[in-house]
């Protein structure tokens, strides 16, 4: 029989051995019986060269072929032997893996639920810019040039008298620069003060402004907003107190609380007996800031208020340290 000939049946024989492979030894074997340096393929390969030139071309080609071939399939076949055995180790009875889940930011929470329940009530959600000019944060909203708020032990201050924003009321000033009344727009957003850090202070922190602007808004408006707000937030049973305070931009203002969700009022230690939880301030657009908007206060009246989050968090979480927030501590960020 021709060279070419031998060479294409021992490449048959070889191939079908390989096909019915089972095993990864066995394949080892057949790579070796074929394929080896003393394989039935390799010596075959061996006889090209001693034929008479007229008939190597057709032997080399048989060869180079059957060669290429079995080195294929071994490869195949190695592939999927190695695929079978890591099947086989898969332990079915294992229990699951749970890939880690991703949360919003507690703070975050809070923000999406207060912004939820006052858009219910027809607010629209605005922000403004953090870094903020001394004149929104403060002269715009009334606050005389010597007000201690803006002394630097209070007020972060940035190049060209800009200023890290102390509250979210410049946005109050901000909407109505560009708009007309009614307004009835919350502004969350973050705050920076000059405080030493302690478990119920943080230099940096979050408000949720509001502002209410139309012909003939009382104070009633307010508290009853405030109230519906309160009993959202907390449960039917809440209740809601205003007592007289003092901010440059309102007038009347008030600071107002709710009463404490831990012990329904009775007195414990989170509102230090009082039965209280103070929450922020609050109180009717002041005429000068109306004027320096271009309002004419005799046509408008308004109420705004300040809400801080951080606050509002530690009350419905049972939180005791508000540097638990900005510390990214997954222990406790897991927690909610
Ligand atoms: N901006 C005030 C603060 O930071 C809160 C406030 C807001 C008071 C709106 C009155 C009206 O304390």
Same mark, same amino acid.
């Given at each position: 029989m021709e060279l070419a000939e031998r060479i294409r049946q021992v490449a048959r024989e070889a191939e079908e051995a390989l096909m019915a492979c089972d095993d990864p030894g066995e394949l080892e074997a057949l790579r070796v019986k074929y394929l080896g340096r003393k394989g039935a393929l390799t010596l075959l390969l061996r006889e090209i060269g001693k034929l008479p030139p007229e008939e190597r071309p057709e032997a080399g080609r048989a060869? @180079?072929?059957? #060669?290429?071939?079995?080195?294929?399939? &071994?490869?195949? /076949?190695?592939?999927?032997? $190695?695929?079978k055995a890591k099947r086989r180790a898969l332990d079915v009875t294992l229990p699951g893996r749970r890939p880690p889940?991703? /949360?919003?930011?507690p703070l975050t929470q809070i923000i999406d639920e207060i912004v939820d329940i006052f858009r219910g009530m027809g607010f629209e959600v605005v922000e403004g810019p953090e870094i903020e000019t001394e004149?929104? *944060?403060? !002269? $715009?909203? *009334?606050?005389?040039?010597?007000h201690p708020a803006r002394d630097l032990h209070d007020t972060f201050y940035v190049e060209d008298g800009r200023l890290l924003r102390t509250h979210t009321s410049p946005v109050q000033i901000r909407v109505m620069e560009s708009r007309r009344p009614p307004l009835r727009i919350i502004s969350p957003g973050r705050c920076y003060r000059n405080d030493t850090p302690d478990a119920t202070h943080s230099p940096i922190f979050h408000q949720v402004e509001g502002l209410y602007?139309? /012909? !003939?808004? @009382?104070?009633?408006? &307010? #508290?009853?907003?405030? =109230?519906?707000? $309160?009993?959202q937030m907390f449960g039917p049973d809440v209740k809601v107190r205003f007592r007289p305070d003092f901010f440059p931009f309102t007038e009347p203002s008030a600071e107002y609380s709710f009463s404490c969700v831990f012990c329904k009022g009775k007195g414990c230690r989170v509102c230090?007996?009082?039965?209280?939880?103070?929450? @922020?301030? =609050?109180?009717?657009? !002041?005429p000068e800031?109306? #004027? *320096?908007?271009?309002?004419?206060?005799?046509?408008y009246t308004g109420f705004a208020f300040g809400m801080g989050v951080e606050r509002l968090a530690m009350l419905k979480y049972g939180i005791t340290d508000i540097r638990l927030f900005l510390e990214n501590d997954l222990r406790f960020l897991e927690q909610f």
């Amino acid at each position: 029989m021709e060279l070419a000939e031998r060479i294409r049946q021992v490449a048959r024989e070889a191939e079908e051995a390989l096909m019915a492979c089972d095993d990864p030894g066995e394949l080892e074997a057949l790579r070796v019986k074929y394929l080896g340096r003393k394989g039935a393929l390799t010596l075959l390969l061996r006889e090209i060269g001693k034929l008479p030139p007229e008939e190597r071309p057709e032997a080399g080609r048989a060869g @180079s072929e059957a #060669k290429r071939r079995l080195e294929g399939l &071994l490869e195949e /076949k190695r592939e999927a032997l $190695a695929k079978k055995a890591k099947r086989r180790a898969l332990d079915v009875t294992l229990p699951g893996r749970r890939p880690p889940l991703g /949360k919003r930011h507690p703070l975050t929470q809070i923000i999406d639920e207060i912004v939820d329940i006052f858009r219910g009530m027809g607010f629209e959600v605005v922000e403004g810019p953090e870094i903020e000019t001394e004149y929104h *944060n403060f !002269d $715009a909203l *009334n606050t005389p040039p010597d007000h201690p708020a803006r002394d630097l032990h209070d007020t972060f201050y940035v190049e060209d008298g800009r200023l890290l924003r102390t509250h979210t009321s410049p946005v109050q000033i901000r909407v109505m620069e560009s708009r007309r009344p009614p307004l009835r727009i919350i502004s969350p957003g973050r705050c920076y003060r000059n405080d030493t850090p302690d478990a119920t202070h943080s230099p940096i922190f979050h408000q949720v402004e509001g502002l209410y602007v139309d /012909k !003939d808004v @009382s104070f009633a408006d &307010l #508290k009853g907003v405030i =109230a519906a707000f $309160a009993r959202q937030m907390f449960g039917p049973d809440v209740k809601v107190r205003f007592r007289p305070d003092f901010f440059p931009f309102t007038e009347p203002s008030a600071e107002y609380s709710f009463s404490c969700v831990f012990c329904k009022g009775k007195g414990c230690r989170v509102c230090k007996y009082t039965g209280w939880l103070e929450i @922020s301030g =609050a109180g009717m657009v !002041d005429p000068e800031v109306f #004027k *320096n908007v271009g309002y004419d206060p005799e046509e408008y009246t308004g109420f705004a208020f300040g809400m801080g989050v951080e606050r509002l968090a530690m009350l419905k979480y049972g939180i005791t340290d508000i540097r638990l927030f900005l510390e990214n501590d997954l222990r406790f960020l897991e927690q909610f």
